[in-house]
């Protein structure tokens, strides 16, 4: 079941700027090793910057909790594998931790960009938790009920 979705979408030229006056230090607190080898294959790494940038923002917000605590850039990490239609994702530390919390089993990702924007979709899956506030429907239903739907109730005919 789809729990929740988000999007993120990244100016290019801003995190050039931002890499530029805080230096590459940046760059290396937000992404892994593979991260940085994918990004700095591309004719113009920055746009592999930002779309791995913008991946993760979108993770935190399909979380709903935005990136508080001890999560971390390094909890996520984004990988191209050879042949793949696209990019996976795969979560470690506090990130795991409370995707787990919410009942999160799955994670789907979907990136593009253009020379001046990269944006990207995040949809997290699973069958949520009560206290999440995301339950699938099938989890809702007291122990013991019947799994199918209802027979419909047809009413007893009225005597004439």
């Not at 696209?86 to 990130?95: I, R, V």
């Amino acid at each position: 079941m789809i729990l929740r979705c988000g999007v993120d979408l990244m100016e290019i030229g801003r995190l050039e700027r931002e890499v530029a006056r805080r230096g590459a230090g940046l760059i290396e607190e937000l992404f892994g090793d593979g991260e940085l080898a994918w990004c700095r294959r591309r004719r113009r790494a920055a746009e592999g910057y930002a779309v791995a940038y913008a991946a993760k923002e979108a993770l935190f917000k399909a979380l709903g909790t935005g990136k508080v605590g001890r999560m971390t850039w390094s909890d996520i990490d984004i990988a191209w594998p050879p042949g793949a239609a696209g990019p996976a994702m795969a979560l470690s530390g506090e990130t795991a931790a409370v995707a787990a919390s919410l009942g999160v089993t799955g994670v789907r990702v979907a990136v593009t960009n253009t020379r001046e924007h990269a944006v990207a979709w995040v949809m997290v899956t699973g069958f949520g938790t009560r206290d999440s506030g995301l339950v699938c429907h099938a989890e809702t239903k007291p122990p013991g009920s019947p799994t199918g739907p209802r027979e419909p109730r047809i009413p007893d005919p009225e005597p004439r």
